[in-house]
Structure formats: structure tokens, C-alpha cells
């Protein structure tokens, strides 16, 4: 693509190899790229407060390649990856009379890029479909990897499907707009994926990523680098990628038991804490790595202890998907960049969240 060199490549190896782009403004670049893949008619999939940013920027690169489109809004948040909204989806391509080889863009976070993957994925049994994620979360986590899910009235992503997308267009420049809050639950798992993957990368993040942070280049493609090589080896999460789940057991917990007034990162911020000092007292670890956890958690103007009792952690993350009879697999820490799956029973469980919520590391 001879216009755009400021850009590096991750390659994607599942079923179809895809290509995550990673670079600063890319997003009016975006005409040439989805030109360049073939597609001449687009729908686009975004959030009333992504779009108010950017529309502009995006339909005139979207004019320049002489790309059709139509684009369907929805309000931003969470409580838009509902079954209403999916339909709402799926009507608005039959009516606009999209075929399976035009494209879904899914212009957003998390939640656009879930959504509007479900229903690329189910529309006349699969469509086409890109992601521009604009969120740092949706950069170094969901927009990579395949899951799109829909929330149901009984739980978040009990409806969904693995659909991995054409291609991901990550534009970095576009997080400079983004509230604060939201960014950190990006930074979340950007510290997640280090402690999974890389000593230098953690040691990194001690000093505080912002916005507009000229490492965020480096950092994203660390991270979308070590789950492309997890999401290769097990696609459908049955096992090694479990291990991306560091934290977030105790996370949910602490998602559901504040009625999600804690959003999703900083709730996992507080899980891998408590996961760090458990690997502390399982002797895993030693005090200083432990320390060293939570501080850059804190560092990072993250959470890093609640005031839900163990009891509670315990009750609400035995209802999560991830107990099988009366077991539940956990992810410890053995190092920086050495974490392990462990089943144990739920009554060791118990114990366990209860010395890591009492473990001392002064
Ligand atoms: N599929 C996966 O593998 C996977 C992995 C992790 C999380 N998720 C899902 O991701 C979702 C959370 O994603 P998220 O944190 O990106 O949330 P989000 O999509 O709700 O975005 C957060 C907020 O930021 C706004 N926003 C987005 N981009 C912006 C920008 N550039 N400038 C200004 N505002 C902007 C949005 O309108 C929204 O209000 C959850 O639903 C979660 O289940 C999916
Ligand atoms: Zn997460």
C-alpha cells in the first residue's frame, strides 16, 4: 500500500491468517486499506460517541476509495450488546441488502467490536468483516483472537460465536480522545499481558502509560503479538488460552458484586493482585515479584484491594462459566512471564481467595 508506511504488522495464524495493523492515523486511511482487501460496500457498526468524534474523518477516507456505505448507531455502554440490538443488525443489513462478501466494520471498543462481530458472524451464516478498534482495550485485547459475544438477561457473553475478522486496522492516535476510565481498564490488560509474557515489558510499565505515550506502539504489539501466538495454538479456548484469563476470576466476581459500577479492568487490576499475593503465599513467587505486581498496578493509578468479604468472591466466581463439577481452574503466577493453569476444588478455592485477601507483603 503505497501511501501508508507508518505502520507495523502483526500476523494472526488461525484458520485464515489475518494481518492486525498498528500504527497513528490510520483511521483516514481506512478507504485505502478496505480498497486495497477488495471491499467496495461497507457496513458500518459504531457508538453514538466514537462516531460524533470521527465521523468526519472516516467518510472522507471511506469517499476518496469510492467506498459505498451505511452506517447503524448505537448508544455506547455495555447495555448495547443486547439480543435487540443484534436483531436491530441483522435487519439493517437484509434491509440495505448486504451479500456475504461486503464488509462489517466494526468502528469501536469492546463492545461495538463484540457486537457487531455476532452479527457479522450469523448474517447469511458469515459475512465479511474488519475491525478499527478504538479503545486501548479493544486494541491489545478484543479486537484480536475472534470472540464476539452478546449479553443475555442472564449473564454477559452467554450468546456468541469465533469469528475471526479479515483484517484489524488499530489506530493508536484515536485513544487520545478517550475518558480516562476507560483507558485504564485498557492499561489493565496491558499490565495482564506482561506478566504473562515479558519481564521487559512489565519492568516497562512502571512508568505510568498515558494517551498519548509514544511506547503505546511497542506495548500494543507486544501484547496483540503474545495472544495471536496463544489464539493460534488454541482458538477455541480450551485450554492454553485460558491462560489470558489471569485475574479476571476474581475480577468477575468483583464486576458482578458492584452491580458493574467497577468496570472490567479495574476489577481485573484487583484480581491479579489478589492472584499475585496467593502465588506469594503457595510460595510461587517471591514477596518482591508479589510487591512488584501491585505496585505497578498502583502506579498506574489502578485499584489494587476491595472491601467485598472472601465469602463473596468466592459465592459469585463459583457461578462463572469457568467450574466444571466441583473444580475450578485458576491461574497462578510462577514469574514474571511464567503463569500456569491449576484445577483445584472449590472448597481449596475458598481457602485460597481467602489467604490472598489476608496476605500481608509489608
Ligand atoms: N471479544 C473479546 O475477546 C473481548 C475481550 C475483552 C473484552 N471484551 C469486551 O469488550 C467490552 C469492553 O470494551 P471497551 O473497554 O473498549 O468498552 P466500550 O466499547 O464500552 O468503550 C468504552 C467507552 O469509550 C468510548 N469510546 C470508545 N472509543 C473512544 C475514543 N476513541 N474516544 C472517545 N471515546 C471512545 C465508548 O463510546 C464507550 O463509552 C466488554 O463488553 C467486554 O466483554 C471482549
Ligand atoms: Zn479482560
Same mark, same amino acid.
Given at each position: 500500500?503505497?501511501?501508508?508506511?507508518?505502520?507495523?504488522?502483526?500476523?494472526?495464524?488461525?484458520?485464515?491468517?489475518? /494481518?492486525?495493523? &498498528?500504527?497513528?492515523?490510520? *483511521?483516514? !486511511? =481506512?478507504?485505502e486499506?478496505?480498497?486495497? @482487501?477488495g471491499?467496495?460496500k461497507i457496513?458500518?457498526i459504531?457508538?453514538?460517541?466514537?462516531?460524533?468524534?470521527?465521523?468526519?474523518?472516516?467518510?472522507?477516507?471511506?469517499?476518496?476509495?469510492?467506498?459505498?456505505?451505511?452506517?447503524?448507531i448505537?448508544?455506547?455502554?455495555?447495555?448495547?450488546?443486547?439480543?435487540?440490538?443484534y436483531?436491530?443488525?441483522i435487519?439493517?443489513?437484509?434491509?440495505?441488502?448486504?451479500?456475504?462478501?461486503?464488509?462489517?466494520?466494526?468502528?469501536?471498543?469492546?463492545?461495538?467490536?463484540?457486537?457487531?462481530?455476532?452479527?457479522?458472524?450469523?448474517?447469511?451464516r458469515?459475512?465479511?468483516?474488519?475491525?478499527l478498534?478504538?479503545?486501548?482495550?479493544?486494541?491489545?485485547?478484543?479486537?484480536?483472537?475472534?470472540?464476539?459475544?452478546?449479553?443475555?438477561?442472564?449473564?454477559?457473553?452467554?450468546?456468541?460465536?469465533?469469528?475471526?475478522? /479479515?483484517?484489524? &486496522?488499530?489506530d493508536?492516535? *484515536?485513544? !487520545? =480522545?478517550?475518558?480516562?476510565?476507560y483507558? @485504564?481498564?485498557?492499561?489493565?490488560?496491558?499490565?495482564?499481558?506482561?506478566?504473562?509474557?515479558?519481564?521487559?515489558?512489565?519492568?516497562?510499565?512502571?512508568?505510568?502509560?498515558?494517551q498519548?505515550?509514544?511506547?503505546?506502539?511497542?506495548l500494543v504489539?507486544?501484547?496483540?503479538?503474545?495472544?495471536?501466538k496463544?489464539?493460534?495454538?488454541?482458538?477455541?479456548?480450551?485450554?492454553?488460552?485460558?491462560?489470558?484469563n489471569?485475574?479476571?476470576?476474581?475480577?468477575?466476581?468483583?464486576?458482578?458484586l458492584?452491580?458493574?459500577?467497577?468496570?472490567?479492568?479495574?476489577?481485573?487490576?484487583?484480581?491479579?493482585?489478589?492472584?499475585?499475593?496467593?502465588?506469594?503465599?503457595?510460595?510461587?513467587?517471591?514477596?518482591?515479584?508479589?510487591?512488584?505486581?501491585?505496585?505497578?498496578?498502583?502506579?498506574?493509578?489502578?485499584?489494587?484491594?476491595?472491601n467485598?468479604?472472601?465469602?463473596?468472591?468466592?459465592?459469585?466466581?463459583?457461578?462463572?462459566?469457568k467450574?466444571?463439577?466441583?473444580?475450578?481452574?485458576?491461574?497462578?503466577?510462577?514469574?514474571?512471564?511464567?503463569?500456569?493453569?491449576?484445577?483445584?476444588?472449590?472448597?481449596?478455592?475458598?481457602?485460597?481467595?481467602?489467604?490472598?485477601?489476608?496476605?500481608?507483603?509489608?
Open positions: 500500500m503505497k501511501n501508508i508506511d507508518d505502520f507495523i504488522e502483526v500476523a494472526v495464524n488461525t484458520g485464515d491468517e489475518y /494481518k492486525v495493523m &498498528i500504527g497513528n492515523d490510520l *483511521l483516514n !486511511k =481506512t478507504g486499506i478496505l480498497s486495497a @482487501l471491499f467496495k457496513a458500518i459504531t457508538d453514538n460517541k466514537v462516531w460524533s468524534i470521527y465521523k468526519e474523518e472516516l467518510a472522507k477516507s471511506l469517499k476518496c476509495s469510492n467506498i459505498h456505505y451505511e452506517v447503524l448505537f448508544l455506547h455502554g455495555e447495555n448495547s450488546k443486547s439480543v435487540q440490538n436483531l436491530k443488525g435487519d439493517f443489513l437484509a434491509e440495505n441488502n448486504y451479500r456475504r462478501s461486503d464488509a462489517l466494520l466494526a468502528f469501536g471498543g469492546g463492545v461495538i467490536g463484540d457486537l457487531g462481530g455476532f452479527i457479522s458472524a450469523t448474517y447469511q458469515g459475512m465479511q468483516f474488519v475491525q478498534p478504538t479503545t486501548l482495550l479493544a486494541g491489545v485485547d478484543s479486537s484480536v483472537g475472534g470472540k464476539t459475544a452478546i449479553n443475555l438477561k442472564q449473564g454477559k457473553n452467554l450468546l456468541g460465536a469465533f469469528k475471526q475478522p /479479515k483484517k484489524v &486496522i488499530c493508536l492516535s *484515536l485513544y !487520545k =480522545t478517550m475518558d480516562k476510565k483507558f @485504564l481498564d485498557g492499561v489493565a490488560e496491558t499490565i495482564k499481558y506482561s506478566i504473562l509474557s515479558s519481564k521487559e515489558m512489565f519492568y516497562e510499565l512502571f512508568s505510568p502509560i498515558k498519548d505515550d509514544l511506547r503505546l506502539e511497542y504489539k507486544r501484547c496483540v503479538e503474545y495472544k495471536a496463544i489464539v493460534a495454538l488454541d482458538e477455541q479456548d480450551n485450554d492454553i488460552r485460558r491462560l489470558l489471569l485475574g479476571h476470576t476474581i475480577g468477575h466476581s468483583i464486576e458482578k458492584s452491580n458493574y459500577s467497577i468496570t472490567h479492568g479495574f476489577a481485573v487490576a484487583i484480581g491479579i493482585c489478589y492472584i499475585a499475593k496467593l502465588s506469594y503465599v503457595l510460595n510461587l513467587i517471591t514477596k518482591e515479584t508479589a510487591k512488584d505486581i501491585v505496585n505497578c498496578i498502583e502506579t498506574n493509578d489502578l485499584p489494587i484491594s476491595t467485598f468479604t472472601p465469602e463473596e468472591i468466592f459465592q459469585n466466581s463459583i457461578l462463572d462459566k467450574c466444571e463439577d466441583d473444580t475450578i481452574t485458576v491461574i497462578l503466577i510462577q514469574d514474571i512471564s511464567s503463569c500456569v493453569l491449576k484445577k483445584i476444588s472449590l472448597l481449596k478455592w475458598k481457602q485460597y481467595i481467602k489467604s490472598a485477601m489476608e496476605a500481608n507483603l509489608d
